[in-house]
């Protein structure tokens, strides 16, 4: 599966409805999950703890649902991501070719490119089953949850 089809799978699961409103998870578990995280863990334990709780509401145990809520707190650890990467590319320097912070920035686009290939990749194992979606959905979140901790890190000595 092209990283295009897998784009188009997550934004048509994104404009399903779960229940009558968006999916939402707890953003501050989210972050004391990621801050409670120490460099070298990969995928914290406590990555989906918040897409759990929100599959627990009314709609969150369907298929649909399922995808809704791992979205949702993969948002949220895309968010964390993000954070960590320009705050590792502040300290870097300013961006530029052949600069630490556009190296970083250039690694980050292959990590997403990787990222949505392998996610692909289990989206194409699980093709024949109703699961594909919550396979390449949970990828997706637990990639980028170990990837933002490996960005909070980066550098540190492990």
Do not use: N
């Not at 968006?22 to 070298?40: K, L, Q, S, Y």
């Amino acid at each position: 599966m092209t990283r295009a089809a897998i784009l188009s799978l997550l934004a048509a699961l994104a404009a399903a409805p779960v229940i009558a409103q968006e999916a939402e998870v707890d953003g501050a578990a989210v972050r004391a999950c990621f801050e409670a995280t120490g460099a070298g863990e990969g995928a914290p334990g406590c990555a989906g703890v918040a897409a759990d709780a929100c599959q627990a509401r009314p709609g969150g145990e369907t298929t649909i649902g399922i995808s809704e809520c791992l979205m949702a707190e993969t948002r949220v650890w895309e968010a964390l991501m993000v954070e960590a990467l320009e705050r590792q590319a502040g300290m870097l320097g300013a961006e530029g070719d052949g600069t630490l912070a556009g190296q970083l920035h250039e690694t980050q686009r292959h990590w997403k490119a990787y990222r949505d290939a392998e996610c692909g990749l289990r989206y194409g194992i699980w093709i024949g089953g109703t699961i594909r979606s919550i396979v390449a959905v949970d990828c997706q979140l637990q990639k980028t949850a170990a990837r933002a901790v490996e960005l909070e890190h980066l550098g540190g000595m492990e």
